[in-house]
């Protein structure tokens, strides 16, 4: 959703951590095997290796682009209503919307 609002660069940069740490995820059967994954090759050291740029600069770069994607998601619940309808077809029924 918020996503879409990052430049492509930001776009790709993130799904890159993200595919990554998802493949962690998945290869992982306990969350001790998850950090052992993440020490062993972070995502960050990976990012950096192949975006031309320090861990450390790959590592503050994910950081911004968390907190503009934080941004635009507090920005948009900002704006956020339940809807509670009342016709027979919606009964019971409540919807989040954004105005």
Do not use: C
């Amino acid at each position: 959703m918020a996503q879409r609002s990052l430049s492509e660069e930001k776009r790709i940069f993130h799904s890159f951590i993200e595919e990554i740490e998802l493949a962690y995820v998945n290869q992982a059967e306990t969350a001790e095997q998850y950090f052992n994954l993440l020490t062993l090759q972070h995502p960050y050291q990976q990012a950096a290796a192949k975006f031309n740029m320090t861990v450390e600069e790959a590592r503050q770069y994910m950081l911004a682009i968390d907190a503009e994607l934080q941004g635009e998601v507090d920005r948009k619940m900002k704006s956020a209503v339940w809807l509670e309808y009342n016709q027979s077809h919606f009964q019971n029924k409540n919807f989040l919307t954004f105005l």
